[in-house]
């Protein structure tokens, strides 16, 4: 369960570096958490801070108000490697709501949807173009399946017709698949029986 | 006759059970669920919150092994957990194991592994099947001709109460490598070699089938290392058509079917119809791989051992370059290495040990390398001890610990040192995958032996002349004989 998404206005922060992985956004051994709570103190931790845990002036991390900057601006094939979904639950927990990029991880797109956290993936020319307007605020209109900046034409992006809609509704998909049961059930009979099981 | 179909295509229509449609994703059957402490504590809470069971324990199977100390319990008793939270991270998997009537390779379990070791050792994994962890490695399951790939948490909470994922079908690419891979040429080059090929992202959105002479002539553990790494090019699983390799191996493993005949000809029938089609088609040569090492901090910056650094084409590979402090053109095998790991679901198991103690025999690590070998499972422990490999290790110099993921994720304590050079038969190179600000090479078992050996990089093949593989199969033979 999450807090519908609807639209989304914010300035952008441009992380411009390829393949930023999950162990970047929060690494390895802060996973050893029980919780999903609290973990945007450990989002992108080494970036941010030295070996003795003071912070990084330099972390253009450390320099923003995350209340300021919802959407992150990523470099392509971001949030690739590990599976964790301890990588969206600290890109929430810090403040992002929001990834733009030209290619993102398939494991953290599938997670991300399921937290509220929006991946859209545009093409380089809209990619550079919102890198060129960092200050400038920019809406991301789910309903309408767009991304507007000033009086630039708005800029169309697809998400995956179901996980919208969840999205849009603020609820998650396990209920959904609970009221699918009854095939589950007898896709299992029909499956001892036979060993060639039809779909439901 | 009907369309001819993939080995995926197949796999997949065997486990829909309601189909997709443009507004909603289907509903996939899951056959095996496997689960370990670290991605499961928080779906295991969502369950409980909603007042929901797990639907088929009986399909579910846990083990213990990223939070894992790979040192036995001290004089007290007490393992060596690297925090007060991770031995609770464990803790909360044995609770919710017996809670929910899981079985559970714990402590104490002579079955207790690297999840993805384990469950093939087991016969738990089988051709044809549906496999999900909460892991991205878990591609490597595919090997057996199954359909295996990483989810997230909230998944893993969907699987523990519906038995069922949402999935929409993937576009399938085909690998082909054809030829025969060279002595001392491993399934780890072949993976690195690939995904140099391929490129980081570029199997994004695809489901990968090797196939081809070389994956063929590739022992079961060689599969699992070539399917195990498919996530590096960002592929969602990574498969390869069963065979007699495949059934041979299975035979007589613990869950595998009471009808083993009939169950094998079933798995036979899994394999790529001629003439279907795939989304993508990539040819390798397999005679021309060459033992492969990664100079950067992505799995697809892999080059043979001695080839030089490339020249950075982007800002992100100047920053890697940077980051492994090396300099294009220059090779990386004249750099000093302060650490070998061999182990991980990638490489952690008997025949890796048995390539890397090929190179150590009668040989010393290299004074100021550390070099730890895990292997991946109690039941490797227990046969290379039985082949005499661990005192290979120990009288070499390095160190041979209990079975878990350790140094390739390094969140047990097990970790690379700031700065340090590390070659390693893992799968990732990330800044700080291994500890912070550790730099990591990944490579073959082999090629990891001879560059502790060493103390730099190195090219397995220097090692491996005639008298010392000669030996070494005369060694296991003398064990076979007993």
Known sequence: MSEPFKTLTSKTLTLSQANIDTDQIIPARFLTTTSREGLGAQAFYDWRYEADGSPKPESVLNRIDPTEHRILLAGPNFACGSSREHAPWALLDYGFRAVISTEIADIFTSNALKNGFLPIVVDQAVWDDLAAHPEQPVT????????????????????????????????????????????????????????????? | MSQPKTLYQKVWDRHVVVPETAETPGVMYVDLHLVHEVTSPQAFSEIAARGLKVRRPDRTFATLDHSTPTLPAGPDGQLPYVTEQARKQVETLEVNCARHGIELAGWGSDQRGVVHVMGPELGLTQPGMTVVCGDSHTATHGAFGALAFGIGTSEVGHVLATQCLLQRRAKAMRVTINGRLRPGVSGKDMALAVIAAIGFGGGTGYVIEY????????????????????????????????????????????????????????????ATDPGAVFDKEVALDGAAIRPMATWGTTPDAGAPVGAPVPQPRSASDQKAIDYMGFTAGEATTGHKVDVVFIGSCTNGRLPDLRAAADVLRGRKVQPGVRMLVVPGSEAVRRDAEAEGLDKVFTEAGAEWRIPGCSMCIAMNGDFVAPGQLAVSTSNRNFEGRQGKDARTILASPATAAASAVAGVLTDPRVYLEAPVLKQASAAREAVGAE
Request: proline content about 5%; glycine content about 8%; charged content about 25%.
């Open chain 2, 211 to 270: 196939a081809g002479e070389a994956v063929r002539a590739l022992d079961m553990e060689g599969r699992m290392t070539l399917c195990n790494m498919s996530i590096e090019a960002g592929a969602r699983a990574g498969m390869i058509a069963p065979d007699q390799t495949t059934i041979d191996w299975l035979r007589g493993r613990r869950h595998v079917p009471a009808d083993y005949e009939a169950a094998a000809a079933d798995w036979l029938a899994l």
């Open chain 1, 140 to 200: 991301i209109d789910l309903e309408a399946g767009e991304i507007r900046r000033g009086n630039v034409p708005a800029v169309p992006f697809k998400v995956e017709s179901f996980a919208r809609q969840c999205l849009l509704d603020g609820v998650d998909a396990l209920g959904w698949l609970q009221a699918k049961l009854p095939y589950v059930a007898s896709y299992e009979r029909l499956r001892q029986d036979t060993y060639q099981p039809e779909t439901a």
